[in-house]
């Protein structure tokens, strides 16, 4: 088999692989409402519940990351999938809610498979395509939307224990395609003689906390927003958990397919510029989500007069859309970053920054819940978002502004130069 077959059968597998993870990594976000009923939980127990398995995949893409620079990508993907299996299967059979707490954190490893296929991926590529590559495999995020798309139908047939039974299977089925279709290059592993400090130590480098930061927005919203944007219609326009499902998946399907996109802009218009960009997109749309439904009342020479101002569901999913859009183009834009100023140790690095990004998808979800529950607001997690995106916008122009600065010629040299001239 050729190199370029080789690449392309990695990441076909890969990316089935990753989709499978991500659809089961964020299940809760859909079976969680029927257990929120059962168990009597209030929001910030949903939160939470909705979080454990993201904690467990933030926390392990780390060592997963430098064990892939290490190891090679394909036996550690394959390991981890088959890990998944069992917690799966045992969430059927649950009933009180530090069970589902416990098993969520192992199934909460599949979340760790993109540190490992991210480095994976891209190795198999030339530079000047790592982006559109690293994309391609990104768009399994879209996993978020197959949940939604199947999740529902599984509770309608059987209730929601059927879920955790189906995708068990699934991610059996999808671990051995992924062992028959992909390969293994050893040049692509990091020596042995890098050690585990030594890569730990890239955390030393402002620029890896830059793109953590950047990170924790684009993917981090992205988790939490799909984990959920599920109750949130159920709860704010009263549709049923197959509808509210389906115009959910209007945001996570965008947010995972279109990653690729922002792989091949990223390729073509450098990571700095597309970044820059999402960031202004969300900034916007987070403002106009973050508005309550409203009533307020005037006085008018005719006497008082009443409006209501709040987005109707189309407008709503119009703009949540166009987040989604945007974050998929962010996430591969940071990743690109990365692959530009890391190539040897894209594993590590990916890794860490991968690590920022889950723990903002766990910590927002529980934050949507307490602050539901303190203010009865529910576009609040909105407001939250819309803060975080300020941080990073304000932190781009100053971190990117100084080194254009630094490298400008003085204007005392310039007008030397022009009299030379």
């Given at each position: ?8 059968g990695?990441?076909?597998s ?40 993201v ?17 090679g990508?394909?036996i550690?993907?394959?390991i ?7 917690p799966?299967?045992?969430i059927?059979?649950?009933?009180a809610f ?7 954190l192992?199934v909460g490893?599949a ?10 991926v ?5 530079k ?9 495999f ?9 949940n939604?798309?199947i999740?529902?139908?599984l ?8 879920v955790?039974?189906?995708y068990?299977?699934l991610?059996?089925?999808?671990a ?26 890239m ?6 906390w ?25 709860t ?6 197959k509808t ?11 947010g995972g397919v279109l ?14 510029q ?9 900034w916007v749309?987070?403002f ?8 307020f009342?005037?006085?008018t020479?005719?006497?008082?007069k009443t ?11 119009v703009?949540?859309m166009?987040v989604g859009?945007?974050?998929?183009v ?15 140790n ?14 903002g ?7 949507f819940?307490l ?13 939250l ?6 941080i ?10 100084r ?11 310039l007008f ?6």
């Amino acid at each position: 088999m050729s190199d370029q077959r080789k690449a392309y059968g990695v990441l076909g597998s890969s990316t089935l692989a990753f989709t499978v993870c991500f659809t089961i990594w964020v299940m809760f976000g859909v079976i969680g409402i029927p257990i929120k009923n059962a168990l009597h939980l209030n929001e910030t127990e949903f939160g939470l519940l909705t979080a454990m398995p993201v904690l467990t995949g933030s926390l392990i893409r780390v060592p997963l990351g430098i064990w892939t620079d290490r190891y090679g990508g394909r036996i550690v993907f394959f390991i981890l999938m088959l890990c998944t299996v069992v917690p799966i299967w045992l969430i059927s059979y649950a009933t009180a809610f530090w069970h589902f707490l416990v098993l969520g954190l192992f199934v909460g490893l599949a979340g760790g498979s993109f540190s490992v296929g991210t480095p994976y991926v891209a190795r198999w590529f030339k530079k000047e395509r790592q982006g559109l590559a690293m994309g391609v495999f990104g768009a399994g995020n879209s996993g978020a939307a197959v949940n939604k798309f199947i999740a529902p139908l599984l509770i309608a047939a059987g209730g929601w224990v059927l879920v955790p039974k189906v995708y068990a299977g699934l991610m059996l089925a999808a671990a051995l395609v992924f062992w028959l279709c992909s390969a293994t290059d050893p040049d692509h592993q990091v020596s042995s003689d890098t050690g585990f400090m030594d890569q730990v130590r890239m955390l030393k480098d402002p620029r890896v906390w830059r793109y953590c930061q950047y990170y924790s927005v684009v993917f981090g919203g992205y988790v939490g927003l799909s984990l959920w944007m599920v109750k949130y219609y159920v709860t704010e326009y009263g549709f049923d958990i197959k509808t509210a499902a389906l115009l959910a998946a209007c945001f996570s399907l965008p947010g995972g397919v279109l990653r690729a996109v922002g792989g091949w802009l990223s390729d073509k218009y450098g990571a700095y510029q597309v970044t820059w960009w999402v960031m202004w997109v969300c900034w916007v749309a987070f403002f106009l989500l973050s508005y309550p439904q409203t009533d307020f009342t005037i006085q008018t020479v005719g006497g008082t007069k009443t409006f209501h101002l709040g987005l109707n569901p189309a407008l709503f999913t119009v703009l949540l859309m166009v987040v989604g859009v945007a974050m998929a183009v962010g996430k591969a834009s940071v990743f690109k970053f990365i692959s530009d100023d890391y190539s040897s140790n894209i594993g590590a690095v990916s890794g860490i920054v991968g690590l920022a990004g889950g723990l903002g998808g766990f910590i927002l979800p529980i934050l949507f819940g307490l602050v539901l529950d303190v203010t009865g607001v529910r576009s609040s997690c909105f407001m939250l978002l819309y803060g975080t995106v300020c941080i990073s916008l304000v932190w781009m122009h100053f971190q990117f502004r100084r080194p254009a600065v630094q490298a400008a010629p003085a204007p005392t040299d310039l007008f030397h130069s022009k009299d030379a001239s």
